[in-house]
């Protein structure tokens, strides 16, 4: 633990999410506990973007609390999400407000959108921020959205950084950018599958399709 919040603390979230993805695939489960410790990762990387995604975090926020607090409850029943997923399937309420198989429909969306966000700032460094997060938030959670949620985050992409201010922050102590392109690369290469794999469980247990309330 001590060692990931060192890594974290000198500004490689990027790196230290290609760690905890080592980790979220067990016996051919998707892991509970690491799958939320990159989302708490995903939450440091929106906060570089400034408040344009302050509506985001807090959702984000609240949906890995959420997921938290069931795991902690008993670690050894809810070591990996589809557990989760039946459970609360099972017992009628998983399309709940404030279900937890709520919560991991939309941190997986959350996952997407950065993807996307990632994939589009490895390309074409030059694209502006701005223009690189409405494409991603556009393809990933608008459809999803409400008019309010859509609104309100229209108004707030006037607040995004420069690219090169963006850039910086991303950038581990005395990293080259280079090297952050390489780990842009390794980690969208190793996050994919896991969340292709979960939008497939997701879509077995019918939630797949789910807006917000």
């Excluded at 633990?1 to 695939?25: C, D, F, Y």
């Excluded at 070591?79 to 198989?101: H, M, P, W, Y």
């Excluded at 969306?109 to 589009?120: F, G, N, Q």
Aim: proline share 3%; aromatic share 6%; with cysteine.
């Amino acid at each position: 633990m001590k060692r990931r919040r060192e890594g974290i603390e000198k500004g490689s979230e990027i790196r230290s999410a290609i760690q905890e993805l080592s980790l979220v695939k067990a016996e051919g489960q998707i892991s509970t506990k690491p799958f939320l410790n990159v989302c708490n990762l995903v939450l440091q990387f929106l906060d570089k973007i400034g408040p344009t995604m302050s509506v985001l975090r807090q959702d984000v926020h609240q949906n890995i609390q959420r997921l938290e607090e069931l795991y902690e409850s008993d670690p050894l029943s809810y070591s990996n999400l589809v557990n989760i997923l039946k459970r609360e399937v099972d017992q009628g309420f998983a399309r709940r407000a404030t279900s937890c198989s709520r919560a991991l429909v939309w941190l997986t969306r959350t996952l997407d959108c950065t993807v996307a966000l990632l994939e589009k700032l490895e390309k074409d460094p030059g694209q502006s921020i701005e223009q690189i997060v409405e494409e991603s938030y556009n393809a990933t959670l608008k459809p999803w959205h409400g008019w309010i949620s859509s609104a309100a985050y229209k108004v707030a992409l006037k607040l995004v950084p420069e690219n090169n201010t963006f850039i910086r922050l991303l950038l581990a102590e005395e990293e080259e950018c280079s090297i952050l392109k390489e780990e842009i690369q390794t980690l969208v290469s190793l996050l994919l599958p896991i969340l292709n794999e979960i939008h497939a469980i997701l879509s077995t247990f019918r939630l797949d399709r789910l807006k917000a309330i």
